[in-house]
């Protein structure tokens, strides 16, 4: 069966991770970004270390629904089913009471409703096919606020309540969705935004194996969440006793 695997945010440096991770699984996979420079860099790269692969590309803007059912359902035409849906987009803006509404109409459409918009694109197929992986890679500030970024959290805590109902909502299918909550990890987003260097922080490739750890569990588990974050965050920023 020719199984497909989605990774949205492709062309960041979490996206590039993930889409590397797949190509050792999966042979028919569809990236998403907002570059299209940038992503036909990454499949030319991808097919020419995985060259049995087959790989497509759109610059679809997942904060419009229709844009992202018409890829994915021209992608599923491919495959005989889409078996799994990354989604490592994402933005950030700094500020809680001194964000801007337009910023702050952008994180929601961006972080909480292109989530919304990746899940659905993909979840009827699977329901039908009452099988699949849905992994959203949100962060820590979904779990917990942060001072200095209370739009940005708010939109991470928007998708993560979203999906924790949704979970609840597909428990009696082999449907699985989680959600991947990292801390600072050193890719463009996140620099100089944080008194961590990027030496300091997680790797794309940390998140990656956080993925790949996921979609190799049998489906009859279930994985709500995964928080991550390295050593140096805990004991700089939170003084060490942020997991107590």
Do not use: W
């Not at 440096?13 to 991770?21: D, L, M, R, Y």
């Not at 969705?177 to 922080?201: F, R």
């Amino acid at each position: 069966m020719k199984l497909g695997a989605i990774v949205a945010g492709a062309t960041g440096g979490i996206g590039k991770a993930v889409a590397t991770n797949l190509s050792k699984k999966y042979k028919y996979i569809l990236l998403l970004g907002r570059d299209e420079y940038k992503l036909t860099s990454l499949v030319e790269d991808l097919s020419e270390r995985f060259p049995d692969n087959k790989y497509f590309d759109a610059t679809a803007d997942i904060t419009y629904l229709k844009d992202v059912e018409y890829v994915v359902s021209d992608f599923a035409k491919i495959c005989d089913r889409v078996d799994l849906m990354v989604n490592a987009a994402g933005i950030l803006f700094t500020g809680t009471s001194d964000i801007t509404y337009d910023k702050l109409i952008k994180l929601i459409e961006v972080n909480f409703i292109g989530v919304y918009n990746l899940t659905q694109s993909v979840l009827p197929q699977m329901k039908k096919n009452n099988k699949g992986k849905i992994i959203h890679i949100l962060s820590m500030s979904a779990t917990r606020s942060m001072p200095g970024v209370g739009g940005y959290s708010a939109s991470k805590s928007a998708a993560a309540s979203y999906l924790d109902s949704l979970i609840k909502d597909t428990i009696d299918t082999n449907i699985n969705i989680t959600s991947v909550n990292p801390g600072y990890v050193a890719t463009e987003m996140t620099h100089n935004s944080t008194k961590l260097k990027q030496e300091e922080m997680l790797t794309p490739e940390n998140v990656a194996s956080v993925v790949d750890f996921i979609v190799n569990v049998p489906s009859h588990v279930v994985i709500k969440e995964i928080n991550l974050q390295c050593r140096t965050q805990i004991a700089k920023i939170f003084g060490g006793p942020y997991f107590q």
